[in-house]
């Protein structure tokens, strides 16, 4: 009965060991099947390029292995930047990067605009500089500067000296008639004054008057028991010596835009 029990122990304990080292060895071997399985696996990896072009937009991988040569797309007028997993910012995928997703995927081509160089016609005015650089496919912001010209308003940037189109900060820099737009043309108004003349009759007068040219025929009030003597400035008022504003005075951006009567 007692060499029974003890069979029986031994019989036990080597059961038990069997089972623990069959809880190890199970899962590694099931680990193993799966890693071995999805190794294999092979997926297809689409390339959208964005605009670009591309002989194939498609190549297949093997999960666990890198991916490879990854096509290179062209697009006119940008550099490729590489291939993302989204289409704006995410992360750049390469040739040494292993295949980590197990399922078909799509690869994204971003890009960044050439730098191109704009001479600027400032059409008699004056600038700091005469060239600015701009990226294909970006807006102008604040590379376009604005140009001086005495007696003049500055009315914008065009793609002509006549007609064409206007360019502000917020265009895009793009091909114009099929070439990168290379020159920008200032364009100008003749700057007009609004003098308003004080009479100290109880009376006020307004005239326009354009930089660059004469007065022209100025108001004539008339005061009681007072001789007219002319429309001076406020600074030259009250000096006996100084001339007044005459019609053939020559109206410039920096001219008095208020008139005073004397009267003696």
Do not use: H
């Not at 992360?91 to 997703?101: L, P, W």
């Amino acid at each position: 009965m007692r060499k029974n029990n003890k069979t029986l122990k031994i019989i036990l304990l080597l059961c038990l060991t069997l089972a623990l080292m069959a809880e190890r060895i199970c899962p590694v071997l099931e680990v193993s099947a799966v890693s071995a399985s999805s190794e294999k696996k092979k997926i297809t990896v689409t390339f959208d390029p964005g605009g670009g072009t591309l002989s194939s937009t498609t190549k297949t991988v093997t999960i666990g292995s890198t991916y490879g040569k990854l096509p290179v797309p062209v697009k006119k007028n940008y550099t490729f930047r590489g291939w993302y997993i989204f289409p704006s910012g995410g992360t750049m995928i390469n040739a040494e990067n292993k295949v980590t997703i197990a399922k078909d995927q799509t690869l994204y081509a971003q890009w960044s605009g050439q730098d191109f160089t704009i001479t600027l016609d400032a059409g008699g005015g004056t600038l700091d500089s005469t060239k600015v650089t701009v990226r294909y496919g970006t807006k102008y912001l604040q590379q376009l500067p604005t140009p001086v010209k005495t007696n003049y308003e500055f009315n914008g940037w065009y793609t002509q000296k006549k007609d064409g189109d206007e360019i502000t900060a917020s265009s895009v820099y793009e091909l114009y008639n099929d070439k990168p737009l290379a020159k920008l043309y200032a364009r100008w108004t003749k700057r007009v004054l609004t003098v308003k003349f004080i009479a100290f009759n109880g009376e006020t007068y307004e005239k326009e008057v354009t930089c660059g040219a004469a007065y022209g025929t100025l108001p004539k009030p008339q005061k009681k028991g007072y001789t007219f003597q002319g429309w001076f400035t406020w600074k030259d008022y009250t000096d006996s010596e100084a001339s007044p504003i005459v019609s053939t005075a020559v109206a410039t951006d920096t001219s008095p835009q208020m008139l005073f009567a004397r009267w003696y």
